[in-house]
């Protein structure tokens, strides 16, 4: 089984504090994904990764960066954290052998409250 | 560029009833479709996709969904409501505007089952 594991369930931080969400897969997967969930928007893709040091913009990455040095890791960073960034935050994979049709495989996410 | 709508943010039913969650999709090509569930305090898990083979699609807990190109929709289904499907469901269809398969999500359905 496909296992996604994020490193803590719950968060609280203050504003302004650096904040690093960590996220690892152990299936050798490809692409790495970060989410925001909010009620009644659904997730919001933030950024994603393609490759080792590769990284690209989603949606909504104002605020945030990522960095993913080993295949298996893929960091959040929000560099100066800020109330409106209190949601949800999940991680997913996918092979990157199936094109559009690869299945994305979630962590347990990440409730982050900022203060 | 693609688009979900689900129609129903919060759907009731009663365990053995019919549960009945919308999607509605908007593709300028054809789409690739999935159905996530999720659970309290965990991740998304997928239930089923369609990647243009059957229009009729089997997936996990006796859920399916039916593609129908004519109304652009692909609505899940499953004949009898259990209590443990009590959950938030989520359609999605994959962006093919990029290299790397990401989804777009609707913003959930968050049905209950009433005893």
């Known amino acids: 089984d496909v296992k996604v594991t994020q490193s803590s369930r719950y968060l609280v931080k203050r504003t302004g504090e650096k904040v690093f969400l960590e996220c690892v897969q152990d299936?050798?997967?490809?692409?790495m994904f970060w989410y925001r969930q909010d009620p009644g928007l659904g997730l919001r893709l933030i950024y994603f990764?393609?490759?080792?040091?590769?990284?690209e913009k989603g949606d909504i990455p104002e605020g945030y960066s990522v960095s993913r040095e080993k295949k298996e890791r893929f960091s959040l960073i929000l560099e100066s954290a800020s109330t409106n960034q209190t949601s949800m935050y999940l991680c997913?994979?996918?092979?990157?052998?199936?094109?559009?049709?690869?299945?994305?495989?979630f962590g347990p996410g990440t409730r982050l409250t900022v203060l | 560029a693609q688009s979900v709508t689900q129609l129903g943010s919060h759907v009731s039913v009663s365990e053995g009833a019919l549960v009945l969650l919308r999607c509605n999709y908007s593709?300028?090509?054809?789409?690739?479709l999935f159905w996530y569930v999720q659970y309290p305090n965990q991740g998304l898990q997928l239930l089923l996709k369609?990647?243009?083979?059957?229009?009729l699609v089997k997936g996990i807990n006796g859920f399916e969904a039916e593609f129908k190109k004519s109304e652009t929709s692909f609505h899940l289904t499953k004949p009898s409501a259990h209590m443990s499907d009590a959950a938030e469901y989520f359609c999605?269809?994959?962006?093919?505007?990029?290299?790397?398969?990401?989804?777009?999500f609707g913003t959930g359905t968050l049905l209950a089952v009433q005893p």
């Open positions: 997913a994979s996918s092979p990157g052998t199936s094109g559009y049709r690869d299945t994305q495989y």
């Open positions: 299936m050798d997967h490809e692409n």
């Open positions: 990764s393609y490759d080792v040091k590769m990284k």
């Open positions: 593709s300028s090509v054809p789409p690739y």
């Open positions: 369609y990647t243009s083979a059957a229009t």
């Open positions: 999605a269809v994959s962006d093919k505007g990029g290299a790397t398969n990401k989804l777009i």
